[in-house]
């Protein structure tokens, strides 16, 4: 699928500008009718397809080139969009409607049979969630459809957080963009199956365990299972993710990456270092980026995806980046960080 151009409508977070109800309205009616179009969440920049419609499912995987076993998440603008959906409501799934609706939280329920095929990749579960982002509501009213939407990047690559990401990645592969301006969570939403007694969480994100377990009680985490022969509970696990194109490597300790930067310069590769305010005049590499800082890793979590496309705009070779408490959203930054340096810690 190409495109001679992918359209572009500028309008603000809130929709207060004249005209911008007007653009989205648009927008909407292009994915009501099967297109394909990204669009700002409160975590990162989705690429939205009526779920109910599954040649337009299909040019999602087509655009993103992504293999056609890993399920799409569901996006609903209001929780009675879930009854034609899912088969039923557990409590426990329920009580975390109520306390993260809308917000980054994915829910995985036992499927109803409307939605495309394709979005559930042949499960008979799928994977919902209520963003709360204003544009992101917006459009999914106006399509009057649910919208699938994985995250709008080539796969593989970084999520995006600011439309250029999408447009580097994504350009003349679909249709249209909506560019709100920079998403605010940074990372994906917390994906937690509720078919599953206790619920499993498959993948950290915007909403903590902590705050997850405050609510519902002990949860379990499932673990990474890239280097594992075992089939994936989640598909999107056993997938390389999140990864720039230089080679990503964590170490905790700065003084060891001092001297892993002066080894690597020694031997003529073009050196990144990932860090924060804290550690950011300590290294002598070629393009040291700061994320954050390790007072509110909120803030890191906002902008790490845009630091490690950073690297790939510079071209550099290698990366040495620092690691992160894996308390609260520091867990999540972690798993996006050791599936960026997947093998190479
Ligand atoms: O924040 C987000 O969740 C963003 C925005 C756009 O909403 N979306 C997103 O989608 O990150 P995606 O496709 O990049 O990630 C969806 C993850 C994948 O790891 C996929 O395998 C998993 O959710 N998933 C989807 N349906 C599933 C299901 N039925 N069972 C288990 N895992 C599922
Ligand atoms: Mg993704």
Redesign the pocket.
């Known amino acids: 699928m190409s495109y001679k151009q992918t359209t572009c409508w500028h309008v603000d977070h809130f929709l207060g500008k004249d005209g911008d109800v007007e653009k989205i309205k648009e927008a909407a009616l292009w994915i009501r009718r099967g297109e394909v179009v990204a669009f700002p ?1 409160e ?4 690429l939205g397809a009526n779920a109910l419609d599954e040649e337009a499912v299909k040019k999602i995987f087509i655009a993103k080139g992504r293999p056609s076993d ?4 569901v ?1 609903i603008a209001k929780e009675s969009a879930l009854t034609d959906l899912v088969e039923r409501v557990p409590e426990k799934a329920k009580r975390l409607i109520d306390a993260f609706w809308p917000g ?1 939280l ?1 829910i ?1 329920f036992k499927k109803s049979t409307r939605v495309a095929p394709s979005v ?1 990749a042949g ?1 008979d ?3 919902i ?1 209520m ?1 709360d982002h204003p544009v992101a509501q917006k459009i999914i009213e106006e399509a009057r459809v649910p919208v699938a ?4 990047n080539v796969s593989g690559k970084p ?1 995006p957080t600011k439309a250029t990401h999408v447009i580097n990645d994504l350009n003349g592969k679909i249709a249209g963009i909506v560019d709100a301006g920079p998403t605010g969570v940074g990372l ?2 917390t ?1 937690i ?1 509720c078919t599953k007694e206790p619920p499993v969480i ?2 950290p ?2 909403v903590t365990k902590e705050a997850i377990e405050a609510v519902i009680g002990k949860v379990d985490v499932a673990r990474n299972a890239e280097n594992d022969e075992e089939t994936p ?5 056993k997938y390389t993710h999140y990864a720039p194109d230089g080679a990503l490597y964590l170490v905790s300790d700065p003084t060891k990456i001092e001297q892993l930067v002066r080894t690597a310069k020694k031997d003529g590769k073009k050196v990144g270092v990932l860090t924060t305010e804290e550690g950011k005049r300590l290294y002598d590499a070629d393009v040291v980026v700061s994320c954050g800082t390790r007072t509110d890793l909120q803030t890191v979590a906002t902008s790490l995806y845009d630091s490690l496309r950073t690297f790939d705009r510079y071209g550099v070779d290698v990366i040495y980046a620092e690691t992160f408490p894996q308390e609260g959203v520091g867990a999540a930054i972690m798993n996006r960080l050791e599936k960026a340096a997947l093998g190479k810690m």
């Open positions: 969440t975590t990162v920049y989705g890993n399920p799409l998440i996006h980054p994915t995985i559930t499960l579960t799928i994977a969630r963003p939407a994985p995250s709008a999520s994906e939403s994906v199956d498959y993948r994100g915007g509970l989640s598909p999107g696990m």
